[in-house]
């Protein structure tokens, strides 16, 4: 299922989407709070809802609905740097390959939904792309075994991991200023639950395009740290809960490694395509 948070004629609503139309989940499936709680609900309400979107008819047009980000606020948003390979290369600094995943977090509304734009702060002109894939856990867990880990995925979703580069420098510990900027990435346009995956997620095809130029490819066969070491790794040291968001990492190819650098400006068009996910897109505009 493609499950979608949106809007119409001015209500909130959550929902699935199928073809061109949409399927009002909410009013079908009215004690489930949301996308990310009928992710987290089990099996029994999963199958509910897919016989449903399989035997229903589209309640309007996915063209009358305003996407709004499929889960509106996770608690907790872990992003993972440097985790494809040839990506510590870029670096230059002579490093080893990791031993552990690097780890920061953003906050919800450093992200657009899809279709919104992104903006461009008043204080830089480095605002960059980081095409990515995001995992959106469904059953939440602490401690989990790698080999239990794939089980507490709820769906995997896209994600512009936008990056605002000259503040990621500011401090000499951390890089949570240039990732956290107001709606300087975006993740959508929607989750797609995790039995869409059958073959699991080894081979999963990740590129980014801008103004229709490729300037990011590769497949998850190349992380150096696949979905479920950083389920597990994660849960170590906290309790993943339903509707978290961990962004896996970006390939190369971002902006930055240009020479010279090709940051976004206004006016360009991002997309992030996922295989067997779908195509986020986002128009940049400067912040008003």
Not at 1 to 7: A, D, E, F, P, S
Not at 46 to 65: G, N
Not at 79 to 98: F, H, M, T, W
Not at 136 to 145: L, M, S, T
């Given at each position: 299922?493609?499950?979608?948070?949106?809007?119409?004629e001015g209500a909130s609503k959550w929902g699935?989407?199928?073809?061109?139309?949409?399927?009002?989940?909410?009013?079908?499936?009215?004690?489930?709070?949301?996308?990310?709680?009928?992710?987290?609900?089990?099996?029994?309400?999963?199958?509910?809802?897919?016989?449903?979107?399989?035997?229903?008819?589209?309640?309007?047009?996915?063209?009358?609905?305003?996407?709004?980000?499929?889960i509106p606020q996770p608690r907790k948003i872990?992003?993972?740097?440097?985790?494809?390979?040839?990506?510590?290369?870029?670096?230059?600094?002579?490093?080893?390959?990791?031993k552990y995943p690097s780890i920061f977090m953003?906050?919800?509304?450093?992200?657009?939904?899809?279709?919104?734009?992104?903006?461009?702060?008043?204080?830089?002109?480095?605002?960059?792309?980081?095409?990515?894939?995001?995992?959106?856990?469904?059953?939440?867990?602490?401690?989990?075994?790698?080999?239990?880990?794939?089980?507490?995925?709820?769906?995997?979703?896209?994600?512009?991991?936008?990056?605002?580069?000259?503040?990621?420098?500011?401090?000499?510990?951390?890089?949570?200023?240039?990732?956290?900027?107001?709606?300087?990435?975006?993740?959508?346009?929607?989750?797609?639950?995790?039995?869409?995956?059958?073959?699991?997620?080894?081979?999963?095809?990740?590129?980014?395009?801008?103004?229709?130029?490729?300037?990011?490819?590769?497949?998850?066969?190349?992380?150096?740290?696949?979905?479920?070491?950083?389920?597990?790794?994660?849960?170590?040291?906290?309790?993943?809960?339903?509707?978290?968001?961990?962004?896996?990492?970006?390939?190369?190819?971002?902006?930055?490694?240009?020479?010279?650098?090709?940051?976004?400006?206004?006016?360009?068009?991002?997309?992030?395509?996922?295989?067997?996910?779908?195509?986020?897109?986002?128009?940049?505009?400067?912040?008003?």
């Open positions: 299922m493609k499950l979608i948070t949106y809007t119409h699935a989407v199928v073809g061109d139309g949409v399927i009002d989940l909410g009013t079908h499936l009215a004690d489930i709070d949301g996308v990310a709680g009928l992710l987290g609900a089990g099996a029994q309400l999963l199958a509910a809802a897919r016989s449903r979107v399989e035997c229903s008819a589209a309640d309007y047009p996915l063209s009358a609905v305003t996407l709004q980000r499929p872990f992003c993972i740097g440097v985790n494809y390979a040839q990506r510590n290369a870029e670096y230059k600094d002579g490093s080893d390959l990791p953003r906050v919800p509304d450093s992200f657009s939904a899809p279709d919104q734009a992104l903006l461009q702060p008043h204080e830089s002109q480095q605002l960059d792309y980081e095409g990515e894939i995001g995992i959106v856990i469904g059953q939440g867990g602490r401690r989990i075994p790698p080999a239990q880990a794939l089980a507490h995925i709820g769906g995997l979703t896209c994600v512009n991991e936008g990056t605002i580069r000259d503040w990621v420098h500011h401090a000499k510990f951390n890089v949570t200023q240039g990732k956290n900027f107001h709606r300087s990435g975006s993740y959508g346009p929607w989750v797609v639950t995790a039995d869409e995956f059958p073959d699991g997620y080894a081979g999963l095809h990740l590129s980014t395009r801008v103004n229709g130029e490729l300037r990011q490819q590769d497949t998850t066969a190349r992380l150096m740290f696949d979905f479920a070491q950083l389920i597990a790794y994660l849960s170590t040291f906290t309790t993943l809960e339903t509707g978290d968001l961990i962004v896996t990492g970006t390939p190369t190819g971002a902006g930055i490694r240009f020479d010279p650098p090709r940051f976004l400006r206004p006016g360009d068009v991002v997309e992030v395509e996922v295989a067997g996910v779908g195509c986020l897109r986002n128009r940049v505009e400067a912040e008003q």
